[in-house]
């Protein structure tokens, strides 16, 4: 989905109001009037912008979740390409950012729910309790099983939504997002482990009860070990430095945050000069722009990675 500048909302030399002449008399009734009229004409070209952004971004959501919900997995991967397209057209408009953020209390248009109800549902096979599928007229529905670029893409699409429309973790928390993520974590690949810390990032931010989960399934401990790993891929690794580094750096001085223990956990974890590092890369980002700071954050894993690899 690509939103466009309305051709109405264009303003061409042609149809622009001439201006008077400095030599003729202004009448203050007159400029009123006609300024009332300019001020009319904005009002309904927004309306109808806005309108119009309405409609494509629900247009795009139907046709993506239309996919997302097939039995196939290619359809469900074409599905979550467009949304995921659709969400960076999104994130360029805040006018675009708020429209979405309204079509997601209409259960229809809900994207989060569907990620988990499809592309993150278990494929474990299906024990059969009877063989009335045998002698039944209907065939029984066969449902390919997620592929590796399929979660990946799902887990792209459920960071994009919890960061243009927060109410989202709620959204993620109520199927369990945590347990399901760790779970990829721990048993997929490399592609899917990269874009699993990213939507972790974007669920655990503000919110307390994803953080809990996150506490109960050990998820400190599990992304320690992944860094702490030399066979585990290098990429990975740092991916992960770069979690633990925003991570604490967003609870750090929440003293009710769920995870307040954090650095105690890192300490535990990672040692003591691991853990020095990561504190002092968290004093001094705030002071950067976001570039600056993304800069940062890759040297400063790359540190991270550097410590841990001398024992």
Known sequence: MNLKEPLWSKRTESNEPPSPSSSLPRDPESEAAAAAATSAVEELVNSLNKQRIYREVTLALRTGLRDVRAEFSFLRVRGLRF?????RSIAQSDSSITLFSQTQSIPDLQVVPLLFEHS???TEDEKLGSLDHIFSVEPMKVKSPSTDSEVALALRVLEGCCLLHPESTRLAHQHKAIPVLMNVLSTRGVLEQGACLDALISILLDSSANQMDFEACNGIEEVAELIRDKQVDENLRLKCGEFLLLLIGHVNGRER???ATIHEEVRRLLGEKSA???????QFGSTLDPEQRLTALHIQARRVLESLDLY
């Not at 949304?83 to 969400?87: E, T, V």
């Not at 020095?276 to 968290?282: D, E, G, M, T």
Request: proline share 6%; aromatic share 12%.
């Open 120 to 122: 993150f549902k278990e």
């Open 276 to 282: 020095s590092l990561i504190w002092a890369a968290i």
């Open 257 to 259: 945050s769920p995870i």
């Open 83 to 87: 949304l995921l397209k659709s969400l």
